[in-house]
């Protein structure tokens, strides 16, 4: 029954990413014909993401929550950031910034909040001053003095784009099912993390999370969006199967622990290296609870 229902999910994934993959290019008598689904292909696709499983807490033999560095200067990690510029490229190509930052304007992603542990919302005016500056050059300051009307052409607008993102940080919880006897993982909010807006032409600027969202909100948004799949155009994933089945590359930086959650960088500091290993430990801590299970 399992393998069955792995099947179907496969194919299912399969189809619909068929449809989505540049539909009807081959049959198209004009450009404004590509992309245009057929009656029949809308039926055969299931446009919605795949559904989580209900999980009773009883369940759950063993959880830990982690928060991770998703670094957007890894290979690994390019389809979460490519395209950033959006002039020359297709309207069904974009970045996960450009998607998220779409849908918060559009009213699709309705809640988005100041910490991952979701204590506060926000709205998207509460967050422009994280997002733009607005600054008056030296010759608009003169024309100020002078008692003149200051020129649009003096005022100098910086607002983050794709291309400031850095990384991406992600908290989840990895927990073991007793039923199915099996280590998962849910991922639970996302938040993109640029320089400080205030100083992000400075040398070495502070890098700040601009919002978090709780990710089931935004998960259909992030189904209907499609990341390059460089090995085969042909079937783009969503950003949601990139996110849920983890193809990407992360650092642990933070898990629940006694000390108020404390991070890697509070214990273990001035030491890239030891901080690197300490979240692999974190990571084989984890992984070696689902091996011991198997060990008599």
């Known amino acids: 029954m399992n393998l069955r229902s792995f099947l179907l999910t496969v194919a299912t994934v399969c189809t619909a990413t068929t449809m989505f993959a540049q539909a009807n290019i081959l049959n198209a008598k004009s450009p ?11 039926v055969v696709d299931n446009d919605k993401p795949l559904e989580y ?18 670094v957007l200067n890894e290979r ?16 069904d190509r974009r970045s996960l910034y450009d998607v998220l930052m779409k849908n918060i304007k559009n009213g699709k992603i309705e809640n988005i909040y100041d910490d991952s542990y979701f204590s506060t919302k926000r ?3 509460d967050i422009e001053a994280a997002l733009t500056k607005v600054d008056t050059t030296e010759l608009g300051i003169e024309q100020l003095n002078a008692g003149e009307t200051l020129s649009a052409e003096y005022i100098d607008r910086r607002e983050i784009t ?3 993102i850095v990384e991406y940080r992600i ?32 040398d070495n ?17 992030l189904h209907e969006a499609k990341a390059f799949n460089n090995e085969n155009s042909s079937q783009p994933f969503s950003f949601d199967h990139v996110l849920n089945s983890r193809r990407f590359h992360g650092y642990i930086y933070k898990e629940e622990n006694v000390y108020g959650d404390r991070k890697i960088t509070e214990y273990v500091s001035d030491n890239a290296l030891m901080q690197l290993l300490e979240s692999e ?10 091996l011991d299970m198997w060990t008599y």
Do not use: C, H
Request: proline share 6%; glycine share 4%.
């Open 32 to 42: 404004e014909d590509i992309g245009v689904r057929t009656d029949e292909q809308k």
């Open 53 to 70: 499983g209900y999980v009773d807490d009883r369940d759950i033999l063993f959880a830990k929550m982690t928060w991770e560095r998703v």
């Open 76 to 91: 690994s990690n390019f389809p979460l950031y490519y395209p950033i510029d959006t002039n020359n490229i297709g309207k």
């Open 123 to 125: 709205t998207l005016k």
């Open 162 to 164: 794709a291309a400031d």
């Open 171 to 202: 908290k989840g919880l990895w927990y073991f099912d007793k039923r199915q006897s099996e280590m998962k993982y849910r991922l639970l909010a996302i938040a993109p993390v640029a320089p400080d807006v205030n100083f992000i032409d400075s």
């Open 205 to 221: 600027p502070d890098l700040v999370p601009l919002f978090w969202i709780f990710f089931p909100d935004a998960r259909q948004v």
């Open 281 to 290: 430990r974190i990571k084989d801590k984890i992984r070696d609870f689902e």
